[in-house]
T-cell receptor, first 114, second 112 residues
Framework: AQSVTQPDIHITVSEGASLELRCNYS??????LFWYVQSPGQGLQLLLK??????LVQGIKGFEAEFKRSQSSFNLRKPSVHWSDAAEYFC????????????FGKGTLLTVNP | DGGITQSPKYLFRKEGQNVTLSCEQN?????MYWYRQDPGQGLRLIYY???????QKGDIAEGYSVSREKKESFPLTVTSAQKNPTAFYLC???????????FGQGTRLTVV
């Protein structure tokens, strides 16, 4: 069965600082990987996705993520954080072997200090 | 505008009652999903449907039921058998296969 681990429950950064949110997955074959963002009381918005090809993927709002098969990781990065980036971030994995159901990590809450 | 509409946004249920959460999409998506979200727990899959008139249990289906009579609709019933129903419920849809899911704005259910 597939699984996702987001090791950091809560991260605090200063506005303008760089950001990296960690995501590790467990799955035998090549997974489909996603990052979503959620503001309080709202639904989830897709930031970016990896299916195949280039391991560095660009998303919306200036985010990028890199798929590293050797480390089973798909970390999310942003070079300069804005106060509006404060939210909860979820990594998710899907796979053909599980009918493409998405399995989510428990999320990382990002706080941005002025 | 295309999207996923969940209603109501807030729902209160008395002990022993069944309640139904609505989810409608006009994206022409084949697949639809229901997730439950609790603080610190991420999203857990309740039920999913890949095609009309067919659905499968997810990881936490006990105490819930669904139907998929129309492509655009996937209502979720929280039955009295669900012992701890207070949570945030999210509906999602996708084109199916390895495609991203799009989410509604959620329904917050509270037992009173």
């Amino acid at each position: 069965a597939q699984s996702v681990t987001q090791p950091d429950i809560h991260i605090t950064v200063s506005e303008g600082a760089s950001l990296e949110l960690r995501c590790n997955y467990s799955y035998g074959a090549t997974p489909y990987l996603f990052w979503y963002v959620q503001s309080p009381g709202q639904g989830l918005q897709l930031l970016l996705k990896y299916f195949s090809g280039d391991t560095l993927v660009q998303g919306i709002k200036g985010f990028e993520a890199e798929f590293k098969r050797s480390q089973s990781s798909f970390n999310l990065r942003k070079p300069s954080v804005h106060w509006s980036d404060a939210a909860e971030y979820f990594c998710a994995v899907g796979a053909a072997g599980s009918n493409y159901k998405l399995t989510f990590g428990k999320g990382t809450l990002l706080t941005v200090n002025p | 505008d295309g999207g996923i509409t969940q209603s109501p946004k807030y729902l209160f249920r008395k002990e022993g009652q069944n309640v139904t959460l609505s989810c409608e999409q006009n994206l022409n998506h084949d697949a639809m999903y229901w997730y439950r979200q609790d603080p610190g727990q991420g999203l857990r899959l309740i039920y999913y449907s890949q095609i009309v008139n067919d659905f499968q249990k997810g990881d936490i289906a006990e105490g819930y039921s669904v139907s998929r009579e129309k492509k655009e609709s996937f209502p979720l019933t929280v039955t009295s058998a669900q012992k701890n129903p207070t949570a945030f419920y999210l509906c999602a849809s996708s084109l199916g296969g390895a495609r991203e899911a799009f989410f509604g704005q959620g329904t917050r259910l509270t037992v009173v």
